[in-house]
Nanobody, 125 residues
Framework: QVQLVESGGGLVQVGGSLRLSCAAS????????MGWFRQAPGKEREFVAR????????YNRDSVKGRFIISRDNAKNTVYLQMNNLKPEDTAVYYC??????????????????WGKGTLVTVSS
């Protein structure tokens, strides 16, 4: 079993930045692609970004491309999401995710093996 613990959420003003962290434990970190989803009130959970164990990245281009950066530190078993130029529509609970696959599992939340409990990001205008 993989345990994922997010941190770094909070309240930020429009245009500000936050960095989310997700610490993983329980299994070999490099066996997993890591990523982030988010869920806004009243909306479905949506994919944000993912990163393979060697650093290959894929983003939700429509929502966050050019503003968010995902990275991972395999020595620290941690994945990060640097969020810049935040907008009110970025307000959501952000969930860390882990899956052995880098591919199809990430197209829908139901495909993901492991989830964190989430951290709330609120962007105020």
């Amino acid at each position: 079993q993989v345990q994922l613990v997010e941190s770094g959420g909070g309240l930020v003003q429009v245009g500000g930045s936050l960095r989310l962290s997700c610490a993983a434990s329980g299994r070999t970190f490099t066996d997993y692609a890591m990523g982030w989803f988010r869920q806004a009130p009243g909306k479905e959970r949506e994919f944000v970004a993912r990163i393979g164990w060697k650093g290959t990245t894929i983003y939700n281009r429509d929502s966050v491309k050019g503003r968010f950066i995902i990275s991972r530190d395999n020595a620290k078993n941690t994945v990060y999401l640097q969020m810049n130029n935040l907008k009110p529509e970025d307000t959501a609970v952000y969930y860390c995710a882990a899956d052995p696959s880098f591919g199809g599992a990430w197209y829908a939340p139901g495909g993901i093996d492991h989830w964190g409990k989430g951290t709330l990001v609120t962007v105020s205008s």
